[in-house]
Antibody
Framework: QVHLVESGGGVVQPGRSLRLSCTAS????????MHWVRQVPGKGLEWLAV????????YYADSVKGRFTISRDNPKNTMFLQMNSLRAEDTSIYFC?????????????WGQGTLVTVSS | EIVLTQSPATLSLSPGERATLSCRAS??????LAWYQQKPGQAPRLLIY???NRATGIPARFSGSGSGTDFTLTISSLEPEDFAAYYC???????????FGQGTRLEI
């Protein structure tokens, strides 16, 4: 059974950095592209970043390009989101999500999310 | 950039009634559209992929239709547990980013 667990959230001051992790189990992690999506509590979903199965290709939403970096460690079944120069508007719940097999346009599994609060 | 517009923003219905939720794309997305359900404090849950295919374990009362720019999620007879937020989503092969609609809140 697919299981995704995010960690690393917390309270951080504006301008500081934070690294989130997404630990996967129940599937062959190295075979699947992975994504980060965030959500201001009570609001809608915002896609942030994708990384290919081999970690060689990534792509970002304009809102985080140049500040956030997605990466992965396949032997450790873990994906990361390095978030730099954090702003108050980055306060959100951050979810990791998995692509389906054989490329599909949807996300077939999600983690439960980790809350990041950017505040002085 | 493709924009997904969902309507209505809020839908007020009663158990047993039929719910019809709409998602319109700013340009054709073929059938590359998914629907998710999200309850408070939970992660989104995949309901429908490729416009009309139910995900594993999703009850038959949920159905999706449409192609191109206009899509519909129908819940044939609402159960109490169906009152939640619903999002449509698109992702193309390139660029590989995803887009979500702003959501429809289904309330009693």
């Amino acid at each position: 059974q697919v299981h995704l667990v995010e960690s690393g959230g917390g309270v951080v001051q504006p301008g500081r950095s934070l690294r989130l992790s997404c630990t996967a189990s129940g599937f062959t992690f190295s075979n699947f592209g992975m994504h980060w999506v965030r959500q201001v509590p009570g609001k809608g979903l915002e896609w942030l970043a994708v990384i290919s199965s081999d970690g060689k290709t990534d792509y970002y939403a304009d809102s985080v390009k140049g500040r956030f970096t997605i990466s992965r460690d396949n032997p450790k079944n873990t994906m990361f989101l390095q978030m730099n120069s954090l702003r108050a508007e980055d306060t959100s719940i951050y979810f990791c999500a998995k692509e389906p097999p054989f490329w599909g346009s949807w996300f077939d599994s999600w983690g439960q999310g980790t809350l990041v609060t950017v505040s002085s | 950039e493709i924009v997904l517009t969902q309507s209505p923003a809020t839908l007020s219905l009663s158990p047993g009634e039929r719910a019809t939720l709409s998602c319109r794309a700013s340009q054709s997305v073929s059938s590359h559209l998914a629907w998710y359900q999200q309850k408070p404090g939970q992660a989104p849950r995949l309901l429908i992929y490729d416009a009309s295919n139910r995900a594993t374990g999703i009850p038959a009362r949920f159905s999706g239709s449409g192609s191109g720019t206009d899509f519909t999620l129908t819940i044939s007879s609402l159960e109490p547990e169906d009152f939640a937020a619903y999002y449509c989503q698109h992702r193309g092969k390139w660029p590989p980013g995803a887009t979500f609609g702003q959501g429809t809140r289904l309330e009693i």
